[in-house]
């Protein structure tokens, strides 16, 4: 249920969610080619620089996703000190009774690095959507839907950071529930990064926005990452599930 995030190609999403986007790289125009948008209702921007690269911006969902840092350039490099914006994340979507199930989104791609054919790092994917409906649901163990991490930057060169994706839905409908494990829609990290040669000052990938947790029970006891949104169990069954 969790979004992966193999180097450079956008991280692949859990059911539902959306997919990460690919890093920067130049194309057989021989102009720079910007990190590709994050999949999904929230993805993150992907990241534009005509030389030192910025981050991506990180998926979006229960929040707006962070933007990704800006790149800076100093004179000797560039010819004249020159800056560009970290891509902007994406928007907040859904309502915090998960009815639809939303997926989350992927984080956008990082920027290409023009100055010295750096590609940008991926963006990470959106965590999937989980639904339990179950008379006890007892988890000792883990059950996530976490977005996925931003892949770094070559510190080598100069391109940018892909964001991470937001996490994405779980939502447990049962009698009772009991947690003694990890459930988790946490947001993946951006992609960091490193300084670069002659004065090239890349930028990281932003963070992904938290998912959404939603536990329905008569009695319940454990923690979530987030915080889950408790719902009213009701049942005029059998059956109830």
Do not use: E, H
């Amino acid at each position: 249920m969790r979004g992966d995030n193999p180097a450079q190609m956008g991280g692949v999403a859990g059911p539902a969610g959306g997919a990460g986007g690919n890093g920067g790289w130049r194309n057989g125009c021989n102009t720079c080619g910007p990190g590709a948008n994050g999949g999904g209702l929230g993805g993150g921007m992907g990241a534009v620089s005509d030389q030192v690269a910025p981050g991506g911006g990180g998926g979006g969902y229960a929040l707006a996703g962070t933007a990704g840092q800006s790149s800076t350039c100093c004179a000797g490099r560039c010819g004249t000190a020159s800056s560009w914006p970290g891509a902007a994340g994406g928007v907040a979507y859904g309502a915090p009774d998960v009815a639809t199930l939303p997926g989350g989104s992927g984080g956008g791609g990082g920027g290409y690095g023009a100055a010295d054919n750096a590609v940008g790092g991926a963006g990470g994917g959106g965590g999937g959507a989980v639904l339990i409906l179950a008379p006890v649901v007892d988890i000792p163990g883990r059950l996530l839907a976490n977005g996925g991490a931003g892949g770094n930057q070559d510190p080598t060169g100069d391109g940018g950071g892909g964001a991470g994706g937001s996490g994405g839905t779980i939502w447990i409908r049962a009698f009772q529930v009991t947690i003694t494990g990890q459930v988790q829609a946490l947001g993946g990290v951006g992609g960091t990064t490193a300084v670069g040669p002659s004065c090239g000052f890349p930028g990281a990938g932003g963070a992904g926005s938290v998912g959404r947790i939603r536990v329905d029970a008569m009695m319940s006891s454990g923690t979530t990452m987030p915080a889950s949104v408790p719902g009213a169990f009701a049942c005029s069954g059998p059956p109830c599930f």
